[in-house]
């Protein structure tokens, strides 16, 4: 698993890595929905589209994770297969798959930019990143 959850005094946070900037998306991605214990039906699998621009690195990751937040809150969906993503420069285009949630065990309010910095570490990219709850 490239991602572990790390402790933090008032908020959830989780360390991510991965080889690259897209990975560092999926896993992160797949990370706050574990740390939400988000499940989703067996029912009709929905496809969808993000297209996403930002200043750096940094703040390409908090859009598209409060998009899926966004998602979660206002559609009832969680998308657990992220498909073809591409990254040009800072501008995401991705495509994603999933379903309607049927349990989540703590909502996540909000990604922070709290000490959010992507770095070139042994495994790759990697980043720490902290969820208000």
Known sequence: MPFEEISHTADWSIR???DDLAGLLTESARGMYVLA???QSDGPRLKRALSLDAVDGES????FLEELLYLA????LIFNSIGKMKIDGYQLKV????AAITSIDK???AVTFHNLEIRQSARGLEVEIVFDV
């Not at 809150?73 to 009832?76: F, I, V, Y």
């Not at 495509?95 to 999933?98: I, L, R």
Request: charged residues 35%.
């Open 16 to 18: 991510v890595w991965a």
């Open 107 to 109: 909502e996540i309010k």
């Open 60 to 63: 390409l990751l908090v859009a």
């Open 73 to 76: 809150e206002a559609e009832n």
């Open 95 to 98: 495509e994603m798959e999933g």
């Open 37 to 39: 214990n988000a499940e």
